[in-house]
């Protein structure tokens, strides 16, 4: 194998040792391990991925602006990872955005049926709007994918959210279960148990 084909190996290599580092917490060691398998050339969705793995990593570290545009960079592609970055740092009218151009761009075209991930990032959006305290874009959220949201797992908890905010947020501590966010909400979810009204 020629150096010229080894970059690419040796980039997939380094992007499996920093996913490794990332699950341990490790932010330096998954920006040490990018950094030493850094190359040119390689395929949009490697490189995809060592954006976001880098962008997590300097969040997590605290440069939460550099994280922010390193992301981006990637367009429709790093609009989750900023909605989780924002709901991190609890800006949920920033989160809810991010999550609108993530479903401008992920979801199959109406009529066509939602699957388990698009119901969730739907559902997600909603529990941004509802923290925003966004009732006209709850309103207009059930309007386009209230439908195809029926019957799932998700269901309940996008009704709750969409049909009356003000219970759906005094619900967020279940919801939050079902739709796997309790990273993402525990200083607000902390908030509502001790019932201190959440900011509109």
């Known amino acids: 194998m020629t150096a010229m084909q080894d970059r690419p190996a040796r980039a997939a ?21 990018l950094d030493a398998s850094e190359s040119d050339g390689l395929d949009v969705a490697l490189a995809a991925r060592r954006t976001l793995l880098r962008a997590r990593a300097l969040a997590r570290s605290g440069a939460r602006a550099d994280a922010e545009s ?8 790093g ?22 151009e993530h479903l401008l761009t992920s979801l199959a075209p109406d009529p066509a ?18 923290l925003a305290g966004d009732d006209a874009g709850l309103a207009a959220l059930r309007a386009a994918h209230g439908a195809r949201m029926e019957g799932g ?26 739709l796997g966010m309790l990273r993402l909400l525990p200083t607000r979810l902390e908030a509502l148990r001790t019932g201190v009204q959440v900011a509109r």
Do not use: C, S
């Open 70 to 77: 390193l992301l981006a960079t990637l367009g429709p592609a």
């Open 113 to 130: 049926p939602l699957g388990g991930d698009d119901q969730a990032a739907v559902a997600r959006h909603a529990a941004y709007l509802a």
């Open 13 to 33: 290599l380094g992007t499996r040792l920093a996913a490794m580092r990332a699950v341990e917490g490790d932010a330096a060691g998954t920006i040490a391990a």
């Open 79 to 100: 609009a989750a990872a900023r909605a989780d970055l924002r709901a991190e740092a609890q800006d949920w009218p920033g989160a809810a955005a991010a999550m609108a």
């Open 153 to 178: 797992t998700l269901a309940e908890a996008f009704g709750v959210l969409t049909a009356d905010p003000a219970r759906g947020i005094a619900d967020l501590p279940r919801l939050q279960r079902e």
